[in-house]
């Protein structure tokens, strides 16, 4: 798949007519840990709550999986959607009381089985500015600049400034000297 | 990776293939270990037994295709009718009913009798049953692990006893010995639980682990502030397993029951009654009301309880959670060296 290509990522939904249970059942395995992973990136939900969230994007995609163009653009767009959604509303809560803060397992399960290098990726990662975090969560994931923009309603060109800038930091925190230029 | 971009827009992406390769390095090995922290396959079975239910099955043909069902609908169109009638209630759905039901039985425990016959409106059970069976059918496949927060009312006493809490208010009158406590964490999945009491300081006092097995519930407690811990092994009786067969929730811990058997049981006593919506937790929830003011919030999509309130007691958030093994490690308590073991407390 190219990210900047524009083409249309390669799924279940889009090779298949008819989509059986197995084969939805096999799109699953591939890409739940994928959009779990992509969701607590790119939305700073931990590792549970971004794991019901995705769930809940695959059992909406259900009923309607056969009539969807992209089911992975669909899946990522309602889950990512879903995740917004629920940040805002744990926003909206009046706290009754301060819970003290408890490390999440999840998130510190998963530093435990990567590198110390890719460690820091994904420290420096989720350090980035919100929306420049989301543009890179969605480039990793594979998809388009037309995708990516009308998922999180920019520009194309914006979605363009967004990753530069992202990418930029990252090259900058990760100690990497940068060769392009604008 | 590539995403340079083709054309001349600004600002062009650079060329830095070191970086390339470190993203998605990381990316492809954060999936993999997503993916180990993750029940792939329980989720995987809660789908496509999901899909099976989605699909119309005339008589004599097989199951169709999910896209037969979808394809009626087409991309933009609402989704399938979410009451399609009564369903079979799956292992899950049992399963996270049962994990449910701990949770409200614990938290009702010595609420004993608190329900009477309502005043207003009395929800249509059948057709309020059926549709919390099929909104539990959706979770289909695995369990789920459930979280309770419980802010408890400035100066109450808790005890851990064989096979749960008991709960008073404190002050200079009350005869009750105790814990002081601030608040309770529960943690519940299938046959098992893990509460602790939390003081003022946010520090824990006590822990309960709970295990119900076929015939006897087994409980584990650790006491923080006394460096004591016991284990106790009651016998469960038919009655205490099947709790639906009881009225109106007599305060006691059920452990394998579900969740629409409860509801169910509980409407048809008259025990709640319906009180319209109100958003909680970001969801515009099914408020639930006993007369004597217990109050209960329910998700409309899973019919899942997302806040309870208890006069006098204190008000407890739910959270629902796939299994992990980092969600599942919660429910595991382990008796810190060095402490003393004593006998349990009268039940």
């Keep these: ?182 | 990776m590539r995403w340079r971009p083709r054309g001349q827009g600004w600002p062009k992406d650079d060329d830095n293939a070191e970086l390339d390769r470190l993203l998605a390095g990381t990316w492809e090995a954060a999936a993999a270990a997503t993916g180990g922290l993750l029940d792939i396959q329980t989720g995987k079975a809660a789908l496509v037994a999901a899909a099976a239910q989605q699909a119309p099955r005339p008589s004599g043909s097989a199951a169709p295709s999910v896209a037969s069902v979808a394809s009626a609908g087409g991309q933009t169109a609402r989704p399938a009718d979410p009451r399609p009638g009564k369903r079979r209630l799956t292992a899950r759905a049992a399963v996270a009913a049962g994990a449910v039901a701990v949770l409200i039985a614990v938290a009702v425990a010595g609420a004993a009798g608190a329900f009477s016959a309502p005043n207003g409106q009395q929800i249509q059970t059948d057709a309020f049953v059926a549709r919390v069976q099929h909104a539990l059918a959706a979770h289909a496949g695995g369990s789920l692990v459930g979280y309770a927060r419980t802010v408890l009312v400035p100066g109450t006493v808790v005890k851990p006893v064989p096979g749960s809490w008991g709960t008073w208010p404190g002050g200079a009158g009350s005869r009750r010995s105790g814990l002081a406590a601030a608040e309770m964490i529960r943690w519940t999945y299938q046959n098992e639980s893990a509460g602790t009491a939390v003081d003022a300081a946010g520090q824990p006092v006590a822990t309960e682990q709970n295990t119900a097995g076929r015939h006897a519930l087994t409980t584990v407690t650790v006491d923080y502030r006394d460096r004591t811990w016991w284990r106790a092994t009651q016998a469960l009786s038919a009655g205490a397993r099947t709790p639906a067969h009881r009225s109106c929730l007599s305060g006691a811990l059920p452990t394998s029951e579900t969740w629409p058997s409860i509801i169910r049981q509980e409407l048809s006593c008259g025990a709640y009654t319906e009180d319209g919506r109100q958003r909680v937790d970001g969801i515009d929830a099914i408020k639930l009301t006993g007369s004597s003011g217990v109050v209960l919030w329910i998700d409309p999509g899973t019919y899942l309880p997302v806040r309870q309130a208890f006069p006098g007691v204190g008000v407890t958030d739910f959270r629902w959670y796939r299994a992990t093994p980092a969600s599942l490690a919660k429910l595991k308590l382990t008796v810190p060296a060095g402490f003393r073991r004593v006998a349990p407390p009268r039940p």
């Design chain 1, 1 to 182: 798949m190219s990210p900047g290509d524009g083409a249309p990522a390669p799924t279940v939904g889009a090779k298949l007519g008819g989509v059986g249970p197995a084969e939805i059942g096999a799109f699953y395995e591939k890409e739940m840990p994928r959009l779990v992973l992509f969701v607590t990136v790119s939305t700073g939900l931990d590792v549970h709550a971004s794991a019901d969230v995705a769930q809940t994007a695959f059992e909406r995609a259900l009923p309607r999986w056969a009539a969807l163009r992209n089911p992975r653009a669909w899946l990522y767009r309602v889950a990512h959607n879903e995740a917004i959604a629920r940040g805002r509303a744990l926003r909206r809560e009046i706290p009754v009381d301060v819970l003290p803060d408890r490390a999440d397992l999840g998130s510190a399960a998963l530093a435990a089985e990567l590198q110390a290098e890719q460690r820091e990726v994904m420290n420096h990662l989720r350090g980035l500015p919100p929306k420049q975090c989301q543009v890179m969560s969605w480039t990793l994931a594979g998809f388009s600049d037309a995708e990516i923009a009308a998922a999180l309603g920019l520009s194309r060109q914006a979605v363009k400034q967004s990753r530069y800038y992202a990418r930029r930091n990252l090259a900058k925190r990760l100690g990497i000297a940068m060769k392009g230029s604008r």
